[in-house]
């Protein structure tokens, strides 16, 4: 199993920047896959999770509204728009897939290398 998140970088508050998620090693299709974070000293946390269908989407207090979380099961790629970013929105952030619903908010099974994101305020 790999994925790998990339499209991260150095973006003013208020920017916009969309970060990308290949998939490759399971059938994607089986998948809820997920998008999380992880602050400079601080825990990593759920932001955003998507269904195998594309059909459910759930989001974290922080981010909804300003965040879509969207996949291409063509493809195998997941993605995170980010919008009106803040400032607290600087992380490394990470895609995960698990084929059970309720563990992709809290333990996925897969995760992938993150990619740094940086606002600057």
């Known amino acids: 199993v790999q994925l790998q998140a990339y499209g991260g970088g150095l973006v003013q508050a208020g920017g916009s920047l969309r970060l990308s998620c290949s998939a490759s090693?399971?059938?994607?299709?089986?998948?809820?896959m997920g998008w999380f974070r992880q602050p400079p000293g601080k825990e990593r946390e759920f932001v955003a999770h998507i269904s195998w269908n594309a059909r459910s989407t759930f989001y974290a207090d922080s981010v909804k509204g300003r965040f879509t979380i969207s996949r291409d099961n063509r493809k195998n790629m997941v993605y995170l728009q980010m919008d009106s970013l803040k400032a607290e929105d600087t992380a490394v952030y990470y895609c995960?897939?698990?084929?059970?619903?309720?563990?992709?908010?809290?333990?996925?099974?897969?995760w992938g290398r993150g990619t740094l994101v940086t606002v600057s305020s």
């Open positions: 090693g399971f059938t994607f299709t089986d998948y809820f």
């Open positions: 995960a897939a698990d084929n059970d619903p309720p563990a992709i908010r809290v333990d996925p099974d897969y």
